[in-house]
């Protein structure tokens, strides 16, 4: 199997990784990513292949030039629409097709993919088989160490060891159970115990493949430590609430010159990027300015700043209008309806 383009500074290009996250890794969230990280891979949220095959293509797959290197996520367990998803994705430009199977919500779950289809490794590798006879880029899972109540490492090294042997090369491991009852979406990503253990045990089993973790990493300390154990580190939420964490990660982690980049540079190109997207698609800059509310965490008067972007009374203004109130001195409810 071919590799993924390397980044220009490490070679291996699943060492640092944004989650895909559904409802927020949109396009939009990519870009602002991509401004604070040169070289971290970006993840799309999980798209359906019923709603690649039935649905717009273009809604879908649409993304900025400048969000390479970018995998996409599917979601499916059927291997002709897979392979017909692949196909697509690769035409599109994706650099990587990742097969979800590590969502434990209801909805994916009455569509037969997700976390359950660790309960079908056989099924899983006719569908990776499947992606890897009709592209030439890399096709990756993304699982988790179990299911449910069963804990034995057993059943993920006999998960992976069977995807593997259909060809799948790299594997993103979120280190904790998928629980397909009674837990919310939410409660599956803090309720199961993390078990990073399991992850590298794996990477101890599997030498030759890639390994990455994800579940729960939130500090670049911990994020070193990882990679002590393991090939890669995927981080998720951490990565959306304080985004300006991802401006220090070329420097520490893919060995690049350490850059200049500030919150204020960072919140200019956005509104650059909102007034190029206004121009192009009609879109508001409201659709994109939630993205970037973390920007400012912990600062002082970020939580004026954050309530000035999420201001609906100031939808009519322009995005860089919104930004100068952002940064005014600060000013009561009645003065900025005044201004809106």
């Given at each position: 199997m071919p590799a993924l383009k390397e980044n220009t500074v490490n070679s291996n290009p699943w060492r640092l990784s944004v989650a895909p996250m559904m409802d927020w890794s949109d396009k939009h969230c990519r870009y602002f990513h991509r401004l604070l990280s040169r070289h971290a891979l970006l993840y799309t949220e999980m798209v359906t292949t019923g709603a690649l095959i039935h649905g717009d293509v273009a809604r879908h797959l649409d993304f900025n030039a400048e969000e390479h290197p970018l995998a996409l996520q599917l979601g499916g367990s059927e291997s002709a629409d897979l392979a017909r998803c692949a196909v697509l994705g690769q035409q599109w430009g994706y650099e990587e097709i990742n097969l979800n199977c590590g969502c434990p919500s209801e909805r994916v779950q009455r569509g037969a993919f997700g976390a359950c289809l660790m309960a079908e490794p056989d099924l899983v590798a006719d569908g990776?088989?499947?992606?890897?006879?009709?592209?030439?880029?890399?096709?990756?899972?993304?699982?988790?160490?179990?299911?449910?109540?069963?804990?034995?490492?057993?059943?993920?090294?006999?998960?992976?060891?069977?995807?593997?042997?259909?060809?799948?090369?790299?594997?993103?491991?979120?280190?904790?159970?998928?629980?397909?009852?009674?837990?919310?979406?939410?409660?599956?990503?803090?309720?199961?115990?993390?078990?990073?253990?399991?992850?590298?045990?794996?990477?101890?089993?599997?030498?030759?493949?890639?390994?990455?973790?994800?579940?729960?990493?939130?500090?670049?300390?911990?994020?070193?430590?990882?990679?002590?154990?393991?090939?890669?580190?995927?981080?998720?939420?951490?990565?959306?609430?304080?985004p300006f964490w991802l401006a220090s990660w070329d420097h520490e982690f893919f060995g690049a010159a350490e850059n200049d980049l500030t919150r204020e540079s960072i919140e200019q190109q956005m509104v650059l990027y909102m007034q190029r997207e206004a121009l192009l698609h009609g879109t508001p800059w409201s659709s994109i300015a939630r993205h970037m509310l973390g920007l400012r965490h912990g600062l002082a008067g970020s939580r004026r700043w954050r309530q000035v972007w999420s201001d609906h009374k100031l939808k009519g203004l322009p995005a860089s209008e919104v930004m100068a109130l952002a940064h005014a001195l600060p000013a009561t409810e009645d003065s900025l309806a005044d201004v809106a």
């Open positions: 990776v088989k499947a992606m890897l006879d009709v592209v030439d880029i890399p096709v990756t899972v993304k699982h988790r160490i179990g299911i449910d109540k069963n804990e034995s490492y057993a059943f993920v090294r006999d998960f992976v060891g069977t995807v593997n042997r259909a060809g799948c090369e790299v594997f993103i491991v979120h280190a904790r159970n998928a629980w397909l009852k009674g837990l919310s979406p939410k409660e599956n990503r803090e309720v199961p115990p993390l078990r990073y253990e399991l992850v590298h045990q794996l990477k101890r089993d599997f030498p030759n493949i890639t390994i990455a973790v994800n579940g729960g990493l939130t500090t670049t300390s911990q994020v070193h430590e990882q990679l002590q154990q393991v090939d890669g580190v995927m981080i998720g939420r951490e990565a959306y609430h304080q």
